[in-house]
């Protein structure tokens, strides 16, 4: 098997909660040396919040971890010597922080002339609006996304999960390859601002530009215990298979349903009928049904569906690893596959500074004497 295609790779990796982490997850399954700099936290709360450890072992695997408290001069002082051994310096904070520990991109300049930045903030690190503080559902509402899922005439929901923070960091990934190749071209590092608002608006195509109108698209209760079918007709076509794939009912071929615009009118009586019919279906009869007949459908999948799905089962979308504290886990792994580098599961999160000894010992060349009087002072 071939090198990792990011081998010889190191981040600084000053991430936190989803969207920041996610993307250095994702450069990490490819080889790249990702260090992630861990706060320290008191016995107690190490042990006690196991949800916390659950959410770190899935958005820090491949990672290596140390501990740094940053509130310390000499915590900031090796911060800035690694940032010297270091090809990208990646962050999630709102923008006033970095630059508060004297990191900003100016001066990791100054350490290294050729590093890379890459900053994910809510509103991006310019603009009056640059110090907004927001986690994935922030995003979403400013977004407007949160605004498009919604009930009709409900009150807005969201989608029910950090949508945005999967979105930002595929952003950021996609940045930061583009800023590697643009430095092995030019031998120039460069900073990156990426404001997930903007990154989550940009994928909202269907709310600007009207889409097709359409009298028969929803999500319908069926058969079982909170399952559900989602599906669309837009065309005079994908009626005529509707119909077929109902059994033409006698009701279908009401002149009240024959052309689009009398489907419009009687949308809400054209609901009502197809519940009525769907709800003695399962999820999956509903979909095949419509689906041979031409008519975009699809079960709403829950979490259970999601882990025994045959697909995502045949391309190996889960994988297990062994964590020394919670035993094997599993989690999703990187939808996207090189042929001669595919990604790598190696090793579960880091444990709270699990690899000190190497980043300060091997890579800065510290003493134990060093490091143990750093230990004292509560810097590591």
């Not at 016995?43 to 140390?66: C, H, L, M, S, V």
């Not at 079918?229 to 009401?254: I, S």
């Not at 519940?275 to 699809?298: D, F």
């Not at 799905?309 to 939808?335: N, Y």
Request: net charge neutral.
């Amino acid at each position: 098997m071939t090198n990792p295609v990011l081998k010889g790779i190191r981040i600084l990796d000053f991430t936190w909660v989803l969207a920041g982490p996610y993307a250095t997850r994702l450069l990490a399954d490819f080889g790249a040396e990702v260090i992630k700099v861990q706060p320290l936290l008191p016995p107690q709360e190490q042990e006690d919040d196991a949800f916390a450890r659950g959410y770190d072992n899935t958005w820090n695997r491949n990672k290596r971890g140390i501990t740094l408290d940053m509130g310390k001069p000499d915590g900031v002082a090796l911060a800035k010597k690694l940032v010297s051994l270091s090809d990208a310096v990646v962050e999630n904070f709102t923008p006033r922080v970095m630059a508060n520990w004297g990191l900003d991109y100016e001066n990791l300049k100054k350490i290294k002339p050729d590093i890379i930045m890459l900053s994910l903030s809510t509103m991006g690190n310019s603009g009056p609006r640059k110090d907004y503080a927001g986690f994935g559902p922030t995003v979403q509402a400013f977004s407007g996304l949160t605004h498009l899922t919604a009930y009709p005439a409900g009150p807005p929901l969201g989608p029910g999960t950090a949508y945005a923070d999967h979105v930002a960091a595929l952003f950021a990934c996609l940045a930061l390859l583009g800023a590697f190749e643009y430095r092995r071209r030019t031998g120039e590092g460069q900073y990156i601002d990426i404001s997930q608002v903007e990154a989550m608006a940009s994928l909202l195509g269907d709310a600007i530009i009207p889409p097709k109108e359409s009298a028969l698209s929803g999500v319908y209760r069926c058969r079982g215990d909170d399952r559900w079918c989602a599906l669309a007709v837009t065309t005079d076509d994908e009626w005529r298979g509707f119909k077929k794939a109902l059994g033409n009912p006698p009701w279908a071929e009401d002149k009240s349903f024959a052309t689009l615009t009398n489907r419009l009118k009687n949308k809400k009586v054209l609901d009502d009928l197809v519940g009525e019919w769907i709800q003695k279906h399962t999820a999956e009869e509903a979909m095949s049904l419509l689906q041979k007949q031409g008519v975009a459908a699809g079960v709403v999948q829950s979490a259970r569906d999601l882990a025994q799905d045959p697909q995502l089962k045949h391309r190996g979308f889960f994988v297990e690893l062994d964590h020394p504290e919670m035993g094997k886990t599993i989690s999703d792994a990187t939808p996207i596959r090189l042929s001669d580098s595919p990604p790598r599961y190696r090793l579960p999160a880091p444990l709270l500074g699990q690899d000190n000894n190497y980043v300060y010992g091997e890579l800065l060349g510290m003493s134990r004497a060093e490091l143990a009087k750093l230990k004292e002072q509560g810097v590591l």
